[in-house]
């Protein structure tokens, strides 16, 4: 790259959030860097190489929809696209709009401060280069930061470990190998039926067993998708009012308000279509703890008929609440417990004690294995800033302003950030939703505001502590009326030792996006610019 130091805007990341802004900040005129820590561009999609990794929300729908040439001229090949197809899409998208010669690969991001004078960002990266930007936007990842957990003696481990957010390019080869995977949310449920199949044996250690529908992947048919592209426009527009942005068909009708035969009789149909679209079977599975028990025992009924060994199934039960830890989509995962090469312990029961060179002991037996896979999952949503030194007006760092958990105004902005944006930060509907809508509607708001900056002669937009105040109280109390702050979900921190507890997605589209427009329409309101 060429050795230019000041930019209209720096954008840090280069997956779905950071190519878009890139692309849409461009086209305002302006000159932008993206820095990107990993070797290629992709973000989530390049580091979550894991066997099985394939998104849950239909390819059709977790796509770009700013351009309708491009939706039109891709094809995804299979109702959930895996992630090699995913990141070749994204490298078509980098390529198509020109977008690699704005991106410096390898380059990690460790500080930005605001100058008060300049009134602007000076972004340091690790090589120790630093960088001049009016407007700086972390386009970092809700699920970027990988979490490893501290168990005692874990760097003393004979063999080899992986994280699954963190893949070799190259894979791993399990044949012959005895496997441990710590951790059964979507990443190791989705890793654990392939690794299986390859290895000698493999031991699942399981703290909490998780909800997890079938996803009947499949092929396409052509039909099917020109039936689609004939009313793309249409349908993104369509999903954009729902609460998920996405086609879950939603059910208005209540849990509780049905029958048990026309309830069961729903939630077989649903679990026959497969996939997130279980959530929406009734409306009320959110918001009420009895609604949500009746889908909960049908799940349970599930784990009964697939699990051959009782006492297996029973393990693999989660109690309470479906889909306050995020449903999981799965192939096959449940079946493969019946398998006579993998056994399942309950961290309840066995708790992990400690690694050592042979394994993993737990409830005092050790687990003699080659190679350890840590499923272990993220610090969501805020861990990839926190990393990051970040300072506002007057020197005052991000991490003790969000020291009781994030606090922002729409999930954009930091009230004593000025010109600081997120993608789908906390605060916003982000991962409760379908991340592509969302992403797309942070950067076209974000272009949008800048656009207005520049016609107005501002040079700095600062929401206010009032208007951020107000909206951390509403998005609380959203959150509070749900059942989403009933466990120890990765959404409230709580998979993080130490981590604030606090429900981080703002639950609510459509509303959300009104409310964004009712901002900018009316003068970026609750914002100070300068
Ligand atoms: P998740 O969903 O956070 O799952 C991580 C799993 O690892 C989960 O079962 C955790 O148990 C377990 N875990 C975490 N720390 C430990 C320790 N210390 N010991 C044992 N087990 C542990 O991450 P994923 O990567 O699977 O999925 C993240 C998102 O990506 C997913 O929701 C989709 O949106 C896509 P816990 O439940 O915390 O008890």
Request: hydrophobic residues 40%; negative net charge.
């Amino acid at each position: 790259m060429d050795s230019k130091r000041i930019f209209d805007a720096i954008v840090v990341g280069a997956g779905f959030g950071g190519l878009y802004t890139l692309h849409k900040l461009r086209s305002l005129g302006l000159e932008v860097r993206v820095f990107e820590a990993g070797d290629g561009v992709g973000g989530t999609w390049f580091w979550n190489r894991y066997p099985g990794a394939r998104c849950d929300i239909e390819s059709m729908e977790y796509s770009y929809q700013f351009d309708e040439a491009l939706q039109q001229e891709w094809t995804w090949s299979e109702k959930y696209a895996t992630q090699p197809e995913i990141l070749r899409y994204i490298n078509h998208v980098a390529d198509r709009f020109d977008l690699r010669r704005d991106i410096q690969l390898e380059t990690r991001v460790t500080s930005a401060h605001f100058d008060d004078e300049q009134k602007k960002w000076q972004v340091t990266t690790e090589d120790g280069a630093s960088y001049i930007a009016r407007h700086v936007v972390m386009a970092t990842g809700c699920l970027s930061s990988a979490n490893l957990p501290e168990i005692e003696g874990r760097e003393s481990f004979g063999g080899a470990t992986y994280h699954t957010g963190l893949w070799p390019k190259d894979g791993v080869d399990f044949q012959g190998k005895r496997v441990a995977v710590i951790g059964t949310g979507s990443s190791g449920i989705q890793s654990i039926p392939l690794i299986a199949q390859e290895a000698d044996h493999l031991t699942v250690f399981q703290r909490t067993p998780n909800f997890s529908v079938p996803a009947h992947n499949r092929p396409l048919t052509e039909t099917e998708v020109s039936e689609r592209k004939s009313v793309y426009k249409e349908f993104r527009k369509a999903m954009r009012d729902t609460a998920f942005h996405a086609n879950f068909r939603y059910n208005e009708a209540n849990a509780l308000d049905t029958p048990p035969e026309l309830r069961e009789q729903e939630y077989e149909a649903r679990w026959a279509a497969g996939g997130l679209p279980f959530m929406a079977s009734f409306a009320d599975l959110m918001f009420d703890a009895q609604a949500n028990a009746t889908a909960a025992r049908f799940v349970h009924g599930k784990i009964d008929d697939i699990v051959e060994d009782p006492n297996i199934a029973d393990k693999l039960k989660p109690n309470g609440v479906v889909g306050c830890k995020r449903l999981c989509v799965d192939t096959n995962y449940y079946a493969t417990f019946n398998r006579p090469n993998v056994s399942l312990v309950s961290i309840d029961e066995q708790p992990i004690d400690r690694i050592e060179p042979a394994g993993i002991v737990a409830g005092g037996e050790l687990h003699a294995v080659d190679i350890i896979v840590f499923a272990t999952g993220f610090d969501a949503m805020t861990g990839a800033m926190s990393r990051i030194d970040i300072r506002g007006t007057e020197g005052k760092s991000l991490s003790e302003a969000w020291s009781e958990g994030p606090k922002t105004y729409l999930g954009l902005c930091v009230s004593g950030f000025p010109n600081l944006f997120m993608i789908t930060g906390p605060g916003s509907p982000s991962v409760l939703t379908n991340m592509l809508p969302s992403i797309e509607h942070h950067v076209e708001w974000i272009a949008d505001c800048v656009r207005w900056m520049k016609q107005s002669g501002k040079h700095t937009v600062n929401a206010t502590l009032a208007a951020q105040n107000a909206w951390v109280e509403h998005v609380n109390e959203i959150g509070d009326l749900s059942l989403y702050p009933r466990c120890n979900s990765w959404y409230l921190g709580a998979n993080v030792p130490g981590k604030p507890r606090v429900f981080m997605p703002y639950l609510g589209f459509p509303a959300y996006a009104e409310k964004c427009e009712a901002v900018a329409k009316g003068g970026y309101e609750g914002f100070e610019a300068a």
